[in-house]
C-alpha cells in the first residue's frame, strides 16, 4: 500500500491567481497521476507524472494551465495557474503500486478549491 | 457517448439490503476494472479489482464482470450504515495505458438503519 498526503486540504483563492498543491508519498514509484473531481461530477484525468520526464497531459488539459513538477520518486507539485471560477474543483493525487499486472491505484484526500 | 456509463443513483436502502451497482462501458480495449469507495472528503479507495469476466468475491462484496455485454456490476450484501459513501466503477486499458484510469460518474449510496 501506498500513504498520500496532500497540502493544502483545502484553499480559497482569488480570480487570476495561482496555487501550487503538493503531493508526499510514502515510498518510491514509478508513476503520479493528478485528477480533478468537479462537484458532482466523477475523476478526470489531468495528467501523467513520471519522474525525470515531462508530465503527459490528457485532453482538455494543457501545460500552461496545469505545470505538474516531479523532482524525485516521492514527490510532485501541480500548479493550477491564472484561476477562474471554473477552476473550482477537488484535485486529488495518486500512485499506482504494481504487483506484477495488477496495479492499484492509491488516493490522497484531495484538494478543495474554491476559486471567487 | 461517455467511455464509462455508471448509474447516478442516488441509491437510499435500509439496513441488511442488498444492493447492486452498476456501469457499463464502451470500449472493449478495456481490461481491468475496479471498484473505488470514496467517502465524504476522502479521497476514493480501491474495493475491488478483477480482470476477467465472471465473479470475485471479497467478504460482503462481490464484483462482477461480463466482457462480452461491457458491464460490471458490485454487489453488497448485508449492507451497513457505514456502507454510505460514493461509489464509483473504473477501467483501465493496461499495456502502453496503465495506470489511466477512466471513470464512471459515481453513485451516492445511502444506508439508514
Known amino acids: 500500500s501506498a500513504v498520500i498526503s496532500q497540502k493544502p486540504s483545502r484553499d480559497i483563492c482569488q480570480r487570476g491567481t495561482s496555487l501550487t498543491i503538493q503531493c508526499q508519498v510514502d515510498?518510491?514509484?514509478?508513476?503520479m497521476f493528478w485528477y480533478r473531481q468537479q462537484p458532482g461530477q466523477s475523476l478526470t484525468l489531468i495528467a501523467t507524472?513520471?519522474?525525470?520526464?515531462?508530465?503527459?497531459?490528457e485532453s482538455g488539459f494543457v501545460i500552461d494551465k496545469f505545470p505538474i513538477s516531479r523532482p524525485n520518486l516521492t514527490f510532485s507539485t501541480l500548479t493550477v495557474s491564472n484561476m477562474s471560477p471554473e477552476d473550482s474543483s477537488i484535485y486529488l493525487c495518486?500512485?499506482?503500486?504494481?504487483?506484477?499486472?495488477?496495479?492499484?491505484?492509491?488516493f490522497g484526500a484531495g484538494t478543495r478549491l474554491s476559486v471567487l | 457517448q461517455k467511455e464509462v456509463e455508471q448509474d447516478p443513483g442516488p441509491l437510499s436502502v435500509p439496513e441488511g439490503a442488498i444492493v447492486s451497482l452498476n456501469c457499463t462501458y464502451s470500449?472493449?480495449?478495456?481490461?481491468?476494472f475496479m471498484w473505488y469507495r470514496q467517502y465524504s472528503r476522502k479521497g476514493p479507495e480501491l474495493l475491488m479489482y478483477?480482470?476477467?469476466?465472471g465473479n470475485k468475491e471479497d467478504g460482503r462484496f462481490t464484483a462482477q464482470v461480463d466482457k462480452s455485454s461491457k458491464y460490471i456490476s458490485l454487489f453488497i450484501r448485508d449492507s451497513q450504515p457505514s456502507d454510505s459513501a460514493t461509489y464509483l466503477c473504473?477501467?483501465?486499458?493496461?499495456?502502453?495505458?496503465?495506470?489511466?484510469?477512466?471513470f464512471g460518474q459515481g453513485t451516492i449510496l445511502t444506508v439508514h438503519p
Open positions: 495518486s500512485v499506482e503500486a504494481r504487483t506484477g499486472a495488477q496495479g492499484i491505484q492509491y
Open positions: 473504473a477501467v483501465e486499458e493496461g499495456g502502453t495505458s496503465y495506470g489511466k484510469l477512466t
Open positions: 470500449n472493449s480495449a478495456f481490461q481491468y
Open positions: 507524472a513520471n519522474q525525470g520526464s515531462e508530465a503527459t497531459y
Open positions: 515510498s518510491q514509484v514509478t508513476m
Open positions: 478483477t480482470y476477467s469476466s
